[in-house]
């Protein structure tokens, strides 16, 4: 029972990382990118590639992947996404879908269509247990990793998002973009960096999931739809509403998936049908700017 | 303009035109000439009607959804069920997948008024995907992965044979089609089309001049969904089989695909489009049997990006246009 809810804890955390860029994205220009979760198979590749070819270690990969999927972001946003801004949503979703198509294949291409595995270091692949009386909480290193790592972030952006310049203008341009450009923030700029960071996040993000979530080529629409729902249940205007989405979510999952193995997915989609149909414009949609 | 003039000009779109039959006889006349290509007609015939059913949606209403693929299964297991179960005769087996998809569109139909694009889109794959694990988990009913199979169909009318090289089944869909484009072209072009294509461009003001703006999109859907389902229907009909892909993501994507290939709010977009799109797909397909799917991607950001009018006309792509 605890053990479920841990890994649902972890679970949940890890699809946070993976879903806070495409939130932004979404806040900030009112993008609809279904390409998200193709930077974090990116991501997610470029861990796998450089740990089986070049022996580098886990821990060095994984900012790498950040670094990698983050200059990917910058490069397709200046050149593929930027004129797409203005379109309506129907063109912004085919466009992704078909970046996550060209993405998807040309891995397929490169690397094959067989699932990926990662040879997590030793110190990793054990687990601790605490026993609470009746209940045993077994938790895997692993995992603890994804939550500390992720509890990390959290407060980094948070105090980013909350404390500094940089973070004020954002919040400025997602409330108005533009008041914001009239007031001499210049929206462009913004939105080009926090796509770039947003996408180095999921690259992030895939590289710490590649050993829960499975890598293999279909990855980006198998979880685009959790992205998805991470956004329309948490909202774009803060990191709680994500954040607590995303805890809901992941544990709805690990627990329906243990206890109705057989209904698959079942419990979560319910769940977010029920969400949305009680709060249409997700749990914490702010009264305000749109 | 006399009165009899204006009435002519308003009843203009919905006669047929001198070309439409000619352009019909194509298609029945690639049959006639080429058995071998009956699968491929066929198909572009039941995508045609769906992607159709998807325009209803999304070209008049302006109702962005990605899951309709959920109509296209409920009508491809109820005309599988009901012929398994109930009689073999496809023409009943159509009109009772239809009433099961309209009445599961018109339960869904609750949960598309409220919220913004996204949330909607949200709720119809939502739908989509949950009764894709449903028909998983239904096994005694559905074959769940194996799909629903054994299913065995009786001549058309008593008349038709089913025939293994799939001519009968093409005829079959191709007549349904177009019997389904003559109601269809009535339905867009009748008030309540009229009505859905106002409410896409302004809802507010739609209702402020009096329509019911909730019931007119829980009729279209309702519609849309009755359609879908018989696409689905067709499909079993001709494949002796239905298998759970009818309600994969896939599916939904794939029509969404077609119908702004085609072009939205047009009736020959969704035929355009689906003929465009299968035809694509048997081309690259078979030249590149794994990866057609980049050639897909590459054509769609192309699209997007240019535009669909700028596409047709490739000498304006490097004139830099209000993109630069």
């Not at chain 1, 790592?149 to 940089?166: A, D, E, G, K, S």
């Not at chain 1, 939105?191 to 980006?220: K, N």
């Not at chain 2, 003039?5 to 039959?21: G, Q, S």
Request: aromatic share 12%.
């Amino acid at each position: 029972m605890l053990t479920i809810l841990f890994d649902g804890v972890a679970y949940g955390m890890l699809l946070f990382i993976l879903a806070i860029g495409l939130s932004v994205t979404l806040g900030l220009m009112n993008f609809i990118n279904l390409a998200h979760g193709a930077f974090a198979m990116a991501g997610g590749y470029v861990t796998v590639l450089l740990m089986q070819n070049h022996n580098v270690p886990f821990l060095l990969c994984v900012p790498i992947a950040f670094l990698v999927t983050a200059v990917l972001g910058a490069i397709l946003e200046r050149t593929l996404y930027r004129p797409m801004y203005g379109k309506p949503a129907l063109d912004q979703v085919l466009f992704s879908i078909g970046l996550a198509f060209i993405a998807m294949t040309i891995v397929d291409y490169s690397i094959g269509s067989s699932e990926q595995i990662i040879q997590l270091p030793h110190w990793l692949r054990g687990r601790s247990e605490l026993a609470f009386g009746d209940h045993v909480l077994g938790m895997g290193h692993y995992r603890l990793l994804i939550i500390a790592v992720c509890i990390v972030l959290t407060i980094l952006l948070q105090y980013v998002l909350t404390h500094t310049r940089f973070g004020s203008r954002l919040r400025a341009s997602v409330d108005d973009q533009r008041v914001a450009d009239g007031l001499g923030i210049n929206v462009n700029v913004i939105f080009f960096s926090t796509f770039a960071v947003g996408s180095g996040l999921a690259g992030l993000g895939g590289a710490m999931g590649a050993e829960v979530l499975g890598l293999d080529p279909t990855f980006p629409f198998k979880f685009m739809i959790y992205f998805l729902i991470v956004v329309a249940l948490g909202g774009t205007s803060s990191l709680t509403g994500p954040l607590l989405a995303s805890l809901i979510l992941g544990i709805a999952d690990v627990a329906g998936k243990y206890y109705m193995p057989k209904l698959g997915s079942f419990i979560v989609y319910a769940v977010m049908i029920l969400i949305l149909l009680w709060r249409p414009d997700g749990l914490f949609a702010r009264r305000g700017a749109k | 303009m006399t009165p009899a003039a204006v009435h002519d000009a308003l009843r203009d779109k919905t006669r047929i035109k001198v070309w439409e039959p000619v352009l019909w006889l194509v298609p029945l006349a690639v049959v006639a000439l080429f058995p071998g290509s009956s699968f491929l007609v066929n198909q572009m015939a039941i995508m045609a009607l769906f992607a159709i059913s998807l325009d209803l949606v999304l070209g008049y209403a302006g109702i962005m959804s990605l899951g309709h693929a959920a109509f296209f299964g409920m009508g491809a297991f109820a005309a599988g069920l009901f012929a398994k179960f109930v009689m073999p005769e496809p023409i009943a087996g159509l009109v009772f997948a239809m009433a099961v998809g309209g009445i599961s569109a018109y339960l869904c139909s609750y949960t598309i008024l409220r919220g913004s694009e996204l949330t909607i889109v949200m709720v119809t794959l939502g739908v989509s995907l949950i009764l894709f694990e449903v028909g998983n988990y239904m096994t005694w009913l559905t074959g769940g992965a194996d799909g629903l199979q054994g299913v065995v169909m009786a001549p058309v009318l008593g008349l038709f044979p089913f025939t293994f090289d799939g001519v009968t089944a093409a005829y079959y869909s191709l007549v349904v089609l177009a019997v389904f484009l003559v109601v269809y072209r009535r339905i867009v072009n009748s008030p309540f089309g009229t009505g859905l294509r106002l409410i896409r461009d302004n809802r507010l003001r739609a209702s402020a001049i009096g329509i019911d703006t909730d019931k007119r999109i829980k009729l279209a859907y309702t519609l849309a969904g009755a359609i879908a389902a018989a696409a689905g229907a067709v499909q079993t009909h001709s494949m002796n089989f239905a298998s759970l892909d009818a309600f994969a993501f896939e599916r939904s994507a794939d029509v969404l695909l077609m119908v702004v290939i085609g072009g939205t709010a047009w009736i020959y977009g969704g035929v355009v489009g689906a003929v465009v799109f299968i035809g694509l797909h048997h081309v690259l397909s078979d030249l590149t049997p794994q990866y057609w799917t980049f050639w897909v991607g590459v054509f769609l950001v192309l699209l997007m990006r240019v535009g669909r009018d700028r596409l047709v006309r490739p000498w304006t792509w490097f004139k830099g246009g209000p993109h630069g």
